[in-house]
């Protein structure tokens, strides 16, 4: 959520980020809300006008009646309920006029990086920089779900009756697997500084709603039913939440924290091939990092978080790419983010397996987090980056560390957590 005193001051600037966002038909909510503005304002002022003239008819009316003056009393104690009735009247705009600007404010979407490229959608991002050989064995990789299937590694028939579409249990040594890749990116990241932490994994309406836009809100959120809570589809979620209303000390930013947690997602739409199995899925667990820091330093942070990601896939011999989101692939809160993908040698190409964004203010805004200045307070910034999604995640180590017997060549780092196995046999 951008400030309202950009809309006073510049509201071409703000036109043009939605422009280049390629949402013109949210140019019209700028003029609404500096219409709405300035009635407010209006209120505002009006109702101090009336609390003035309450008080000097209050004054009047105690000396009216010293001075035995009973019906001039009288007549200015009816000029006050009349004063009082506008002003109840003046709240209940006020409240209307706040609650609209508010919803609209939270509609129009953040001003991006001067550094975003200009473009409608995901296939106008930019690639930055490829890390790792990407390889091709010289033998046909199968679909991921063959591959996990002559594993023994997993169950979707069993999850369709329990679950329905979208879920699944993963078995033996895949699930072993996919616990040891979380383990190791909870143990990297530790290393690096940052505290780990497991979060609540349902939320209120007030936090999702301040962490997220209402399009992504709609599209990812399960609501439980009856409640004011909902299911996390990421753990930056309740993780940026723990800060709600806080009044932060300079001095001991800025927080880093490594979160682990389940996800839930609504994941709606139809996908092709290569995005059923374990790659879209309702349900599925990850390590995210998340930064709370100074304004001035979060374009530091924002290239550390990205490259910690790029530096734990090479860590598993498993080749990516860094893609610069463009102004369209954006949500409306991110200043600025870059995905991770990683080599799939079945598909000949890269896929998404992370995400790093810089919100700026936005979030901090929506959720009162500011920090104590000497002077004045003002909003933190906030970062989110995942770490790992094992199951995609899983998709890239499998393909990419495939014999041609169907075994799987379990990466160097990964095996502590494997107990000592340095590969896993087909059944």
Request: charged content about 30%.
């Amino acid at each position: 959520m951008i400030d309202i005193k950009l809309i006073r001051t510049d509201p071409n600037i703000v036109r043009k980020n939605i422009r280049n966002k390629f949402q013109d038909q949210k140019l019209p909510l700028v003029d609404e809300v500096i219409a709405l503005d300035e009635k407010i304002r209006e209120l505002k002022t009006e109702s101090d006008n009336l609390r003035s003239e309450r008080n000097k008819a209050s004054s009047q009316i105690g000396l009216l009646m010293r001075e035995k003056k009973i019906e001039e009393a009288n007549q200015m104690k009816q000029n006050v309920v009349l004063i009082n009735e506008k002003l109840a009247q003046n709240d209940g705009l006020e409240e209307e006029v706040s609650a609209r600007i508010k919803t609209i404010m939270m509609t129009i979407p953040n001003i991006i990086d001067d550094t975003v490229p200009i473009g409608k959608d995901d296939s106008e991002n930019v690639e930055i920089k490829r890390f790792l050989e990407a390889k091709t064995p010289n033998f046909n990789v199968p679909y991921h779900l063959d591959i996990i299937e002559k594993l023994g590694g997993i169950d979707l028939d069993s999850a369709r009756k329990v679950a329905g579409n979208g879920f699944y249990y993963l078995m033996g040594d895949v699930a072993r697997l996919h616990s040891a890749v979380i383990s190791y990116a909870r143990d990297f990241m530790i290393d690096k500084g940052f505290t780990y932490c497991i979060p609540p994994f349902m939320i209120r309406s007030g936090v999702v709603t301040g962490v997220m836009s209402f399009a992504e809100m709609d599209a990812m959120m399960y609501k439980i039913e009856g409640e004011d809570l909902y299911l996390i589809g990421t753990s930056e979620h309740s993780m940026i939440g723990k800060f709600i209303d806080n009044l932060l000390e300079k001095d001991k930013l800025p927080y880093t924290y490594t979160s682990y947690s389940p996800c839930f997602r609504k994941e709606k739409g139809a996908h092709g091939i290569e995005e059923r199995g374990i790659y879209r899925i309702h349900q599925f667990e990850k390590q995210e990092m998340i930064v709370v820091c100074e304004p001035t330093e979060s374009k530091a942070w924002f290239e550390k978080l990205y490259h910690y990601t790029v530096e734990l896939f090479t860590s598993m011999e498993i080749p990516v790419r860094t893609l610069e989101c463009c102004s369209g692939d954006l949500a409306d809160l991110k200043v600025k983010s870059i995905d991770v993908e990683a080599w799939s040698p079945r598909q000949q190409k890269y896929f998404e397996v992370g995400s790093c964004s810089n919100l700026g203010d936005a979030q901090a805004r929506r959720l009162g987090i500011r920090v104590k200045g000497e002077n004045s307070n003002y909003f933190a910034h906030t970062l989110n980056n995942t770490v790992v999604a094992p199951p995609r995640m899983l998709i890239a180590l499998l393909e990419n560390h495939l014999n041609e017997d169907g075994s799987i060549n379990i990466p160097k780092v990964l095996r502590p957590y494997m107990g000592g196995k340095d590969i896993i046999k087909t059944k």
